[in-house]
């Protein structure tokens, strides 16, 4: 089984790393004392997150997400990163491939299956719904500093 590796932390930062995106299929996720979810992992612990979890997940060819689920409060974003499948949210479902990237709020209800050859790898990003306003858009929340870059 993969484990999550830190790659380094500082005051107000840390890094890791879950390992190259066809490796996302050697970790286990423990979701009972008679289950475990292959190809899923958690990261945002691993790196302090305090505003979202993420969690990355492999889907073999032909195999879905094993439940329909929605949330208490959370909005997912699924990113599908490598792969092809069909993503089912509230009874509509369609084609989702590299590249696609689906929002669902949390009372939608959800789940995803590998209809391609090839494993199907996505990143989701679960975050608390409805918690951001005008104030934190990227071009308001940012703040470019004038200093120069060290490389």
Known sequence: MRQIE??????????????????????????????????????GQAVGATGSELSFQTLVPGQDSGFLHTHKTHEELYII?????????????????????????????????????????????QYKANAFTEADSPMEDGVILQEELKW
């Open 81 to 125: 990163l490598k792969g092809e499948g069909l993503y089912q949210v509230d009874g509509d479902i369609f084609p989702v491939s590299e590249g696609t990237i689906i929002r669902v709020s949390p009372e939608g209800k959800r789940a995803l299956k590998n209809t391609g050859k090839e494993n199907l790898t996505m990143l989701c990003i």
């Open 6 to 43: 830190t790659i380094k932390q500082g005051k107000e930062y840390a890094a890791a790393s879950v390992g190259k995106i066809d490796q996302i299929i050697e970790h286990e996720l423990p979701m009972g004392p008679d289950f475990i979810l292959k190809g899923k992992v958690f990261a």
